[in-house]
Antibody, heavy 116, light 107 residues
Framework: QVQLQQSGAELTKPGSSVKISCKASGYTFTSYDISWIKQRPGQALEWIGAINPGSGGTGYNEKFKGKATLTVDKSSSTAFMQLSSLTPEDTAVYYC?????????WGQGVMVTVSS | DIQMTQSPSLLSASVGDRVTLSCKASQNIYKYLNWYQQKLGEAPKLLIYYTNSLQTGIPSRFSGSGSGTDYTLTISSLQPEDVATYFCQQYNSWPFTFGSGTKLEIK
Protein backbone atom coordinates (compact mmCIF):
# COMPACT_ATOMS: atom_id res chain seq x y z
CA GLN A 1 0.00 0.00 0.00
CA VAL A 2 1.06 3.56 -0.61
CA GLN A 3 2.87 5.09 2.33
CA LEU A 4 4.79 8.31 2.96
CA GLN A 5 6.93 7.98 6.06
CA GLN A 6 8.36 11.22 7.41
CA SER A 7 11.30 11.77 9.72
CA GLY A 8 10.96 12.65 13.39
CA ALA A 9 10.24 15.85 15.25
CA GLU A 10 12.87 18.59 15.26
CA LEU A 11 13.76 21.16 17.92
CA THR A 12 15.99 23.86 16.49
CA LYS A 13 17.29 27.33 17.28
CA PRO A 14 16.53 30.57 15.44
CA GLY A 15 18.86 31.13 12.51
CA SER A 16 19.57 27.45 11.98
CA SER A 17 18.48 25.07 9.20
CA VAL A 18 16.68 21.75 9.27
CA LYS A 19 16.22 19.01 6.67
CA ILE A 20 13.25 16.70 6.90
CA SER A 21 12.57 13.60 4.85
CA CYS A 22 9.64 11.76 3.31
CA LYS A 23 10.21 8.16 2.24
CA ALA A 24 7.73 6.82 -0.29
CA SER A 25 6.73 3.20 -0.74
CA GLY A 26 4.04 1.16 -2.45
CA TYR A 27 4.12 2.97 -5.79
CA THR A 28 6.51 4.16 -8.48
CA PHE A 29 8.17 7.14 -6.81
CA THR A 30 9.03 8.94 -10.04
CA SER A 31 5.46 8.91 -11.37
CA TYR A 32 3.85 11.54 -9.13
CA ASP A 33 4.76 14.95 -7.76
CA ILE A 34 5.45 15.35 -4.06
CA SER A 35 4.25 18.53 -2.41
CA TRP A 36 5.13 19.98 0.98
CA ILE A 37 2.49 21.66 3.12
CA LYS A 38 2.80 23.73 6.31
CA GLN A 39 0.27 23.82 9.12
CA ARG A 40 0.71 26.12 12.10
CA PRO A 41 -1.33 25.23 15.21
CA GLY A 42 -4.97 26.06 14.68
CA GLN A 43 -4.30 27.59 11.29
CA ALA A 44 -4.96 26.80 7.67
CA LEU A 45 -2.76 24.73 5.43
CA GLU A 46 -0.14 26.45 3.27
CA TRP A 47 1.29 24.89 0.15
CA ILE A 48 5.07 25.36 0.12
CA GLY A 49 5.98 23.82 -3.21
CA ALA A 50 6.28 20.66 -5.23
CA ILE A 51 8.95 18.49 -6.81
CA ASN A 52 8.78 16.07 -9.72
CA PRO A 53 10.86 13.11 -8.53
CA GLY A 54 11.52 11.94 -12.06
CA SER A 55 13.01 15.16 -13.40
CA GLY A 56 13.89 16.93 -10.15
CA GLY A 57 11.96 19.93 -11.39
CA THR A 58 10.53 22.14 -8.66
CA GLY A 59 7.90 24.82 -8.20
CA TYR A 60 7.58 27.03 -5.15
CA ASN A 61 5.03 29.27 -3.54
CA GLU A 62 6.64 32.73 -3.78
CA LYS A 63 6.16 33.08 -0.03
CA PHE A 64 8.57 30.19 0.60
CA LYS A 65 11.24 30.96 -1.99
CA GLY A 66 14.52 31.28 -0.15
CA LYS A 67 13.02 29.52 2.88
CA ALA A 68 12.44 26.00 1.51
CA THR A 69 14.56 23.87 -0.81
CA LEU A 70 13.10 20.65 -2.21
CA THR A 71 15.19 17.72 -3.38
CA VAL A 72 14.81 13.99 -3.96
CA ASP A 73 16.96 10.87 -3.85
CA LYS A 74 15.52 8.50 -6.43
CA SER A 75 17.68 5.62 -5.25
CA SER A 76 15.90 5.58 -1.88
CA SER A 77 12.51 6.96 -3.03
CA THR A 78 12.90 9.80 -0.57
CA ALA A 79 11.96 13.45 -0.85
CA PHE A 80 13.59 16.10 1.29
CA MET A 81 12.77 19.64 2.34
CA GLN A 82 15.39 21.91 3.83
CA LEU A 83 14.21 24.97 5.74
CA SER A 84 16.76 27.71 6.30
CA SER A 85 17.18 30.82 8.48
CA LEU A 86 14.56 29.49 10.85
CA THR A 87 12.44 31.85 12.95
CA PRO A 88 9.66 31.14 15.49
CA GLU A 89 7.15 31.69 12.62
CA ASP A 90 8.51 28.50 11.05
CA THR A 91 7.27 26.48 14.03
CA ALA A 92 4.67 24.19 12.48
CA VAL A 93 3.82 20.70 11.34
CA TYR A 94 5.15 20.00 7.87
CA TYR A 95 3.51 17.38 5.69
CA CYS A 96 4.61 15.77 2.47
CA UNK A 97 1.83 14.64 0.17
CA UNK A 98 1.56 12.85 -3.14
CA UNK A 99 -0.43 14.72 -5.74
CA UNK A 100 -2.40 13.32 -8.63
CA UNK A 101 -5.40 15.63 -8.80
CA UNK A 102 -5.84 16.08 -5.09
CA UNK A 103 -3.28 15.27 -2.42
CA UNK A 104 -4.29 11.66 -2.09
CA UNK A 105 -1.63 10.32 0.28
CA TRP A 106 -0.01 12.24 3.12
CA GLY A 107 2.87 11.65 5.45
CA GLN A 108 2.18 11.67 9.17
CA GLY A 109 3.69 15.13 9.53
CA VAL A 110 6.85 16.45 11.19
CA MET A 111 6.64 18.93 14.05
CA VAL A 112 9.40 21.52 13.71
CA THR A 113 9.84 23.74 16.76
CA VAL A 114 12.06 26.82 16.56
CA SER A 115 12.98 28.14 19.96
CA SER A 116 15.99 29.64 21.65
CA ASP B 1 -2.96 34.28 -5.12
CA ILE B 2 -6.50 32.91 -5.07
CA GLN B 3 -8.13 33.36 -1.66
CA MET B 4 -10.42 30.62 -0.41
CA THR B 5 -13.05 31.57 2.17
CA GLN B 6 -14.92 28.89 4.08
CA SER B 7 -18.11 29.29 6.07
CA PRO B 8 -19.12 28.78 8.71
CA SER B 9 -15.90 28.44 10.70
CA LEU B 10 -17.72 26.32 13.29
CA LEU B 11 -20.76 24.15 12.72
CA SER B 12 -22.64 22.14 15.32
CA ALA B 13 -25.18 19.59 14.13
CA SER B 14 -26.95 16.46 15.29
CA VAL B 15 -26.33 12.90 14.22
CA GLY B 16 -28.41 12.20 11.13
CA ASP B 17 -28.57 15.84 10.03
CA ARG B 18 -27.85 16.94 6.49
CA VAL B 19 -24.88 19.30 6.70
CA THR B 20 -23.63 21.77 4.10
CA LEU B 21 -20.23 23.46 4.19
CA SER B 22 -19.38 26.36 1.90
CA CYS B 23 -16.22 27.46 0.15
CA LYS B 24 -15.86 30.61 -1.94
CA ALA B 25 -12.94 31.44 -4.21
CA SER B 26 -11.75 34.98 -4.91
CA GLN B 27 -11.96 34.25 -8.64
CA ASN B 28 -13.32 31.59 -10.98
CA ILE B 29 -11.51 28.29 -10.35
CA TYR B 30 -13.35 26.28 -13.03
CA LYS B 31 -14.26 23.42 -10.66
CA TYR B 32 -10.61 22.76 -9.78
CA LEU B 33 -11.58 22.26 -6.17
CA ASN B 34 -10.81 19.52 -3.65
CA TRP B 35 -12.14 18.83 -0.14
CA TYR B 36 -10.21 17.33 2.78
CA GLN B 37 -11.14 16.05 6.21
CA GLN B 38 -8.70 16.45 9.08
CA LYS B 39 -9.32 14.72 12.39
CA LEU B 40 -7.53 15.86 15.52
CA GLY B 41 -3.87 14.88 15.46
CA GLU B 42 -4.03 13.35 11.98
CA ALA B 43 -3.00 14.32 8.49
CA PRO B 44 -5.72 15.56 6.16
CA LYS B 45 -7.59 13.01 4.06
CA LEU B 46 -8.81 13.64 0.53
CA LEU B 47 -12.61 13.31 0.33
CA ILE B 48 -13.65 14.92 -2.97
CA TYR B 49 -11.63 15.95 -6.01
CA TYR B 50 -12.58 18.09 -9.01
CA THR B 51 -15.62 19.48 -7.17
CA ASN B 52 -17.75 16.34 -7.15
CA SER B 53 -15.67 13.18 -7.62
CA LEU B 54 -15.62 10.91 -4.58
CA GLN B 55 -12.19 9.63 -3.61
CA THR B 56 -11.90 5.84 -3.38
CA GLY B 57 -12.99 4.51 0.00
CA ILE B 58 -14.92 7.60 1.06
CA PRO B 59 -18.52 6.97 2.17
CA SER B 60 -21.22 8.00 -0.26
CA ARG B 61 -22.82 10.32 2.31
CA PHE B 62 -20.16 12.84 1.26
CA SER B 63 -20.80 14.80 -1.92
CA GLY B 64 -19.58 17.98 -3.54
CA SER B 65 -21.01 20.52 -5.93
CA GLY B 66 -20.42 23.97 -7.31
CA SER B 67 -18.98 26.00 -10.11
CA GLY B 68 -17.33 29.32 -10.75
CA THR B 69 -16.43 30.75 -7.36
CA ASP B 70 -18.93 28.92 -5.10
CA TYR B 71 -18.61 25.35 -3.88
CA THR B 72 -20.24 23.14 -1.26
CA LEU B 73 -19.50 19.92 0.58
CA THR B 74 -22.58 18.06 1.78
CA ILE B 75 -22.84 15.27 4.31
CA SER B 76 -26.21 13.68 3.78
CA SER B 77 -26.53 12.09 7.22
CA LEU B 78 -24.00 13.21 9.82
CA GLN B 79 -22.23 10.42 11.71
CA PRO B 80 -20.22 10.69 14.95
CA GLU B 81 -17.02 9.80 13.08
CA ASP B 82 -17.46 12.87 10.87
CA VAL B 83 -16.30 15.17 13.68
CA ALA B 84 -13.33 16.92 12.08
CA THR B 85 -12.17 20.09 10.37
CA TYR B 86 -12.89 20.31 6.66
CA PHE B 87 -10.73 22.24 4.21
CA CYS B 88 -11.27 23.18 0.60
CA GLN B 89 -8.32 23.62 -1.76
CA GLN B 90 -8.07 25.11 -5.24
CA TYR B 91 -5.70 23.86 -7.89
CA ASN B 92 -6.70 26.13 -10.74
CA SER B 93 -3.47 28.04 -10.40
CA TRP B 94 -0.24 28.11 -8.44
CA PRO B 95 0.20 28.57 -5.59
CA PHE B 96 -2.37 26.00 -4.53
CA THR B 97 -4.35 27.53 -1.68
CA PHE B 98 -6.55 26.18 1.09
CA GLY B 99 -9.48 27.62 2.94
CA SER B 100 -9.19 28.25 6.67
CA GLY B 101 -11.47 25.35 7.47
CA THR B 102 -14.86 24.52 8.96
CA LYS B 103 -14.79 22.73 12.28
CA LEU B 104 -17.70 20.30 12.50
CA GLU B 105 -19.02 19.23 15.89
CA ILE B 106 -21.82 16.99 17.09
CA LYS B 107 -24.56 18.81 18.98
Amino acid sequence: QVQLQQSGAELTKPGSSVKISCKASGYTFTSYDISWIKQRPGQALEWIGAINPGSGGTGYNEKFKGKATLTVDKSSSTAFMQLSSLTPEDTAVYYCARRIIGFDYWGQGVMVTVSS
Amino acid sequence: DIQMTQSPSLLSASVGDRVTLSCKASQNIYKYLNWYQQKLGEAPKLLIYYTNSLQTGIPSRFSGSGSGTDYTLTISSLQPEDVATYFCQQYNSWPFTFGSGTKLEIK
